[in-house]
Structure formats: structure tokens, C-alpha cells
């Protein structure tokens, strides 16, 4: 079977005055869940002036193991209590887009 790697770019917009928290939760809780999971976590930005944004790029073997990462994320029961209590004032995303990239030429990965 072929292995094929996929990228993935997910971009949170936080609630009206949520980024603080959104950012707090994902550095706190998220990131040292990912690997757990099989998500391999690349980088994570934000802009230079607060936009209220948070970009992560992860990296998966394939389009199947990023469908069973993410479910399993999802998951998860201690995931599940601390996204509630996190979400006792209201959601703190707006919005998340998710891009899944696949390389298109291969040898031009640097990482």
C-alpha cells in the first residue's frame, strides 16, 4: 500500500474576546494531546498583530490515518470534559477552516 503524506493547515478564529482563551486551551490542552493521537504537529502561528487567529500545520502518513487521528481526538473523554468546562461562557471558536494538502511534486519537502 502506497504512503502517500498529507498536510493539514487548520485556521480558529476565536469568539469576540475568547483569543486569550482559545490559545490558552489549545497550548495547554491540545498540543500535548496531538501525538497521542497520531497527529504530528508542524508549527503553530499567529499574525503579528492579533487577529484573533491561530494557524497549526500537522502532518499525517495518509488521508486515512488523518480521519482516525481526528476521530479518535474527538473523541476522546477527557478531551470532551475540558473542551465543556473550557465552554461554560459560550464557545471560544468562531470559526475553523481546514485545508488537507498532499504533496505535488515529490522532493520539494523540506521538512
Known amino acids: 500500500m502506497e ?7 487548520r485556521v480558529y478564529e476565536a469568539a469576540e474576546g475568547k ?4 490559545r490558552a486551551r489549545f497550548k ?3 498540543v500535548p494531546r496531538l501525538q497521542r493521537f497520531g497527529i504530528e504537529l508542524l508549527g503553530v502561528f499567529e499574525a503579528p498583530t492579533d487577529d484573533g ?33 473550557s465552554e461554560v461562557n459560550g464557545p471560544l471558536l468562531k470559526s475553523q477552516t481546514v485545508s488537507v494538502l498532499a504533496p505535488a511534486v515529490a522532493g520539494l519537502i523540506l521538512a
Open 28 to 30: 495547554e490542552h491540545v
Open 53 to 85: 487567529r491561530l494557524t497549526y500545520l500537522t502532518r499525517f502518513n495518509s488521508e486515512d490515518d488523518r480521519t482516525k487521528a481526528w476521530a479518535a481526538f474527538g473523541a476522546d473523554s477527557e478531551w470532551r470534559e475540558i473542551k465543556a468546562a
Open 19 to 22: 483569543a486569550p482563551a482559545m
Open 3 to 9: 504512503c502517500k503524506v498529507i498536510y493539514e493547515i
